[in-house]
């Protein structure tokens, strides 16, 4: 009975060590367990197991200990680019921002077409005060092309967090082929149709043949689509359709232009479009 409480209080202290230093369990990983046997353990599982301590370190306000459980990956795959961006998200919880973009900077020059590294990046330039370079670098998540959906999607929400529209509107139309049942990209596309067929500069840079096009019906239509893939947003997007009655809103770039020409719903000192 003793050695079984003496047995069940070790394994206690020892989780309570790998809880409480989680870098120094998965190192003893690396110096303690012989050579020979390390590859009977999946570097899969040991990196799981790391990172979920390392979470757990954060959600508990212990952010360093998670930094130096990145470290140790780090140190052993000093080529991926996923566990700086897992350090700098530590750094930020420990308050440390400008450390944490260092630490970002080292994951993007990793994988600099990686548009989701890139928004972290200019948001935080953006928290710390560093406007002018965070749009810098909006500017180059806007010139990235990539078929991959995650990739494109980032890219296509910051064309349309940017208002560039027409980018937004390419990016969304190749989603929606890509992730046909994904609801939310046929609604952000429905939602950047609308916007170029009521601002009236929205599409001034759009091609002839596009200012010509009947945006209205693909954008009812992406609606619908939308409330079939997602039922239980269909209330909210019910009220998108019903607020864009084809009585008021135009149904082409050129139609919407005409109209702002003809009677001229421009704000005070604005020049009319066009001639």
């Given at each position: 009975?003793?050695?079984?409480?003496?047995?069940?209080?070790?394994?206690?202290?020892?989780?309570?060590?790998?809880?409480?230093?989680?870098?120094?369990?998965?190192?003893?990983?690396?110096?303690?367990?012989?050579?020979?046997?390390?590859?009977?353990?999946?570097?899969?599982?040991?990196?799981?197991?790391?990172?979920?301590?390392?979470?757990?370190?954060?959600?508990?306000?212990?952010?360093?200990?998670?930094?130096?459980?990145?470290?140790?990956?780090?140190?052993?795959?000093?080529?991926?680019?996923?566990f700086y961006r897992l350090?700098?998200?530590?750094?930020?919880?420990?308050?440390?921002?400008?450390?944490?973009?260092q630490v970002l900077d080292?994951?993007?020059?990793?994988?600099?077409?990686?548009?989701?590294?890139?928004?972290?990046?200019?948001?935080?330039?953006?928290?710390?005060?560093?406007?002018?370079?965070?749009?810098?670098?909006?500017?180059?998540?806007?010139?990235?092309?990539?078929?991959?959906?995650?990739?494109?999607?980032?890219?296509?929400?910051?064309a349309l967090e940017k208002?560039?529209?027409?980018?937004?509107?390419?990016?969304?139309?190749?989603?929606?082929?890509?992730?046909?049942?994904?609801?939310?990209?046929?609604?952000?596309?429905?939602?950047?149709?609308?916007?170029?067929?009521?601002?009236?500069?929205?599409?001034?840079?759009?091609?002839?043949?596009?200012?010509?096009?009947?945006?209205?019906?693909?954008?009812?239509?992406?609606?619908?689509?939308?409330?079939?893939?997602?039922?239980?947003?269909?209330?909210?997007?019910?009220?998108?359709?019903?607020?864009?009655?084809?009585?008021?809103?135009?149904?082409?770039?050129?139609?919407?232009?005409?109209?702002?020409?003809?009677?001229?719903?421009?704000?005070?000192?604005?020049?009319?479009?066009?001639?």
């Amino acid at each position: 009975m003793r050695l079984g409480r003496l047995t069940i209080g070790i394994l206690l202290v020892v989780l309570v060590l790998i809880v409480l230093m989680p870098a120094t369990f998965l190192q003893a990983t690396v110096t303690v367990i012989p050579a020979q046997y390390q590859n009977m353990i999946p570097e899969d599982l040991i990196q799981n197991m790391g990172t979920a301590l390392a979470e757990f370190s954060v959600m508990t306000a212990r952010p360093m200990t998670a930094v130096s459980v990145y470290d140790f990956f780090i140190n052993k795959h000093p080529d991926k680019a996923d566990f700086y961006r897992l350090k700098s998200e530590a750094l930020i919880s420990a308050g440390d921002d400008v450390g944490a973009l260092q630490v970002l900077d080292q994951a993007i020059s990793l994988d600099p077409s990686n548009p989701l590294l890139l928004t972290k990046k200019a948001r935080l330039l953006i928290k710390i005060g560093k406007s002018s370079e965070a749009e810098a670098v909006f500017s180059q998540i806007l010139q990235i092309q990539t078929d991959k959906p995650q990739y494109l999607s980032v890219v296509a929400d910051i064309a349309l967090e940017k208002a560039r529209y027409l980018d937004a509107y390419d990016r969304y139309s190749i989603l929606v082929n890509l992730t046909p049942t994904d609801a939310r990209n046929w609604e952000k596309r429905s939602d950047v149709i609308f916007a170029l067929l009521t601002i009236p500069t929205a599409g001034a840079n759009a091609s002839v043949s596009l200012k010509h096009t009947d945006l209205y019906t693909p954008g009812i239509k992406g609606y619908e689509q939308a409330v079939r893939l997602d039922p239980g947003r269909g209330d909210g997007i019910k009220t998108k359709i019903e607020k864009r009655s084809d009585e008021y809103v135009a149904r082409t770039i050129q139609e919407l232009e005409d109209r702002y020409r003809e009677f001229r719903y421009l704000q005070p000192g604005e020049k009319p479009l066009g001639p």
